[in-house]
């Protein structure tokens, strides 16, 4: 790694994000990444964007489905981005969640959350750019967001 990319990494770590959970049914199961580059997009049509590495693995069991869910974790859910974060291991164990019909997962107790399909997706360096079109979603105003910071879940004091 060079110093240039040690110097990205703590620069852009100086932007405070939200922590989502993008995740569907895959084989009956649900399969999900953490993503702390959530965006909202547009109000008409609505639509929303995450990127994701080129390096994932399991990106490629979510992008065919026909509806994904994004979750935007809550102050009390540290233990859920850090699960959801993961490279190994079955990141759903002790996570509460559902299934929307379609077969969107989204994580109980969220802050918020979203029910979309695919819209595009580009290209960009070493991550893609994903834009999805939102069907659905909610927000409960009561739960604070978990924020990402500096390589660290914080909270909003």
Not at 72 to 80: R, T, Y
Not at 116 to 140: K, M, N, Y
Request: proline fraction near 7%; aromatic fraction near 8%.
């Amino acid at each position: 790694m060079t110093a240039l990319d040690l110097n990205l990494r703590r620069v852009y770590g100086a932007y405070p994000t939200g922590v989502a959970v993008v995740a569907g049914l895959a084989g009956g199961r649900p399969a999900g990444i953490a993503a702390s580059s959530f965006v909202p997009v547009s109000l008409d049509p609505p639509l929303v964007s995450v990127c994701v590495a080129h390096t994932s693995t399991t990106w490629p069991l979510l992008r065919e489905l026909p509806r994904i869910g994004i979750s935007v974790l809550g102050a009390h859910q540290e233990d859920v981005g850090r699960r959801l974060g993961a490279r190994t291991g079955d990141r759903f164990a002790g996570v509460a969640w559902r299934a929307t019909p379609g077969g969107g997962v989204l994580v109980e107790g969220a802050a918020a959350w979203y029910e979309c399909t695919i819209e595009q997706r580009f290209r960009s360096g070493d991550h893609d750019i994903v834009v999805f079109r939102v069907h659905d979603l909610d927000a409960a105003p009561d739960v604070p967001p978990l924020v990402f910071h500096a390589s660290a879940f914080r909270r909003l004091g």
